[in-house]
């Protein structure tokens, strides 16, 4: 019979090389080291503890014997075992968004909006990214820190600033903010190391936005932003 601690560390040693492997559909032949070092390169959250994980997949070796894996030949300390069993919580049932950092007072914009009046929303709400609609389909984001760098753009110009901010749609405005993909959509079931990856993969990305199934004709039921990112880390190394 294998030890409570081993046992333990074992389950969750298995748990995460099948969850990995399941994941990103890597070969039933790659080791578990192999199986982290890719996954880290798919998931940010297993990158951020790329190396914890290795270690504790050296340790499982030492742990049991090479042929027999109910063998205990070393017992792990309980403190190694909680945060073994803590990690792979969070790699193999990882926290939905929607359930946790999600803002879900989301405000949107219809696209013939007038930009003074957008403006004047972001100043009273705080919200820094409203999803602007045009017949019911998302059509991009009124990003506070793209806007302001089109005012810019017009003071530079010498044009006429009152009249740019009350004579512009929101959808005129932001229609030059370019392909930069400052943002992105996702489903009701991203996880927050699905996030974290978003963020990662992409630096200029300020706004994920969840709707039921990852559509631009739903309405958004949550958004994540840059901000949460703290708030996201903090939940998945608490979780």
């Known amino acids: 019979m294998l030890e409570d601690n081993a046992k333990r560390f074992i389950v969750s040693y298995n748990q995460i090389d099948q969850s ?9 032949s790659s080791s578990y080291t192999e199986i982290i ?13 790329e190396d914890e994980l290795i270690d504790y997949g050296r340790l499982r070796n030492a742990i049991v014997h090479s042929f027999n894996e109910n063998m205990v030949i070393a017992e792990p300390h309980l403190d190694v075992v909680e945060e073994y ?18 803002n879900k007072n989301i405000k949107t914009v219809n696209h013939d909006m007038k930009l003074k009046d957008v403006i004047e929303n972001i100043y009273k709400s705080g919200n820094s990214n409203w999803p ?8 991009g984001v009124a ?4 806007l302001i760098k089109e005012i810019g753009k017009k003071i530079y110009e010498k044009q006429d600033l009152n009249e740019y901010l009350e004579n512009t ?6 229609s030059n903010f370019g392909e ?25 990305l300020s706004l994920i936005i969840i709707t039921e199934t990852g559509s631009l004709l739903e309405q958004p039921i949550g958004v994540v932003a840059i901000a949460d990112i703290m708030d996201v880390n903090k939940i998945l190394d608490n979780y």
Do not use: G, H
């Not at 070092?37 to 503890?49: E, G, P, T, W």
């Not at 602007?132 to 059509?139: A, R």
């Not at 749609?169 to 932001?174: K, L």
């Open 132 to 139: 602007v609609y045009k017949d019911n389909m998302l059509i």
């Open 20 to 28: 990995l492997r399941n994941q990103y559909d890597l070969s039933k």
């Open 169 to 174: 749609n929101i959808e005129d405005a932001i």
């Open 143 to 146: 990003n506070s820190r793209k």
């Open 85 to 102: 069993e803590r990690l792979a919580k969070a790699i193999c049932m990882p926290p939905l968004a929607i359930n946790t950092v999600c």
């Open 37 to 49: 070092r890719k996954a880290s390169r798919l998931n940010a959250f297993v990158k951020k503890y």
């Open 180 to 204: 930069d993909n400052y943002y992105t959509i996702a489903n009701k079931n991203v996880t927050l190391d699905k996030i974290l990856q978003l963020f990662s993969e992409n630096r200029k």
